[in-house]
């Protein structure tokens, strides 16, 4: 079955900076790709999401970057605000997300202002 | 728009008792998922539900039951209860005859087993 490894598992900036998450998939029927972002109390909330046949999606100051040969793929947060703290989780899933979703073990993000 | 509900919030079982949760998906939405979340760990599929029936299941053992009603909404059944299943357990919808793949997830109930 499908493996989802994430790094780092925790991570701090400073307000304004930039943070970057990374993971890595094991299966390569993996065609759907989304993040979540969990706030202490509260079920995971999707931020964004990227398809096998996008390299690269954006929207505002998060972006996500996939790399199919390397199946590696990326959420990177610009302009970090202390609203940005919390668990985020990189996900994969085959049959374009309407079945199993694979998530990885999570990165505690800590916004210094 | 009502969002994914679930109940109860929080529950306390004693080990070998039975549980069942409950979920009401996103107005719109068919398709129920449920997840196990362990503390400091990510979801991890435990089943999922379309038109009644039970589509694909994760790595959990028979203990774990479910359905779904005309309606959507859905319950997980948990049967023999072990210490092991002490975790946050969330539902998630999505809407395959709209083609909305985006799972939505609930706020969760947190189980806590003694």
């Known amino acids: 079955g499908e493996n989802v490894e994430q790094h780092p598992s925790t991570l701090s900036v400073q307000e304004g900076d930039s943070a970057v998450i990374k993971c890595t998939y094991s299966?390569?029927?993996?065609?759907?790709f989304p993040w979540y972002k969990q706030e202490l109390g509260k079920g995971p909330q999707l931020i964004i999401d990227?398809?096998?046949?996008?390299g690269e999606k954006k929207d505002q100051r998060i972006a996500v970057t996939l790399n199919k040969t390397a199946k590696h793929f990326s959420l990177h947060i610009t302009e970090t605000q202390p609203e940005d703290s919390a668990v985020y989780f990189c996900a994969a899933s085959s049959a374009g997300g309407y079945q199993k979703v694979t998530f990885g073990t999570g990165t505690k993000l800590q916004v210094i202002p | 728009d009502a969002g994914v509900t679930q109940s109860p919030t929080h529950l306390i079982k004693t080990r070998g008792q039975q549980v069942t949760l409950r979920c009401s998906p996103k107005s719109g939405h068919d398709t129920v998922s449920w997840y196990q979340q362990a503390l400091g760990q990510g979801p991890q599929f435990i089943f999922q539900?379309?038109?009644?029936?039970?589509?694909q299941r994760g790595n959990f053992p028979d203990r774990f039951s479910g359905h779904q009603f005309p309606n959507y909404s859905s319950e997980l059944n948990v049967n023999a209860l072990l210490l092991g299943d002490s975790a946050l357990y969330l539902c998630a919808s999505l809407s395959r005859r709209s083609g909305v793949y985006e799972q939505y997830f609930g706020p969760g109930t947190r189980l806590t087993v003694t």
């Open positions: 299966d390569s029927a993996s065609n759907y």
């Open positions: 990227i398809r096998s046949n996008v």
């Open positions: 539900y379309y038109e009644e029936e039970e589509r």
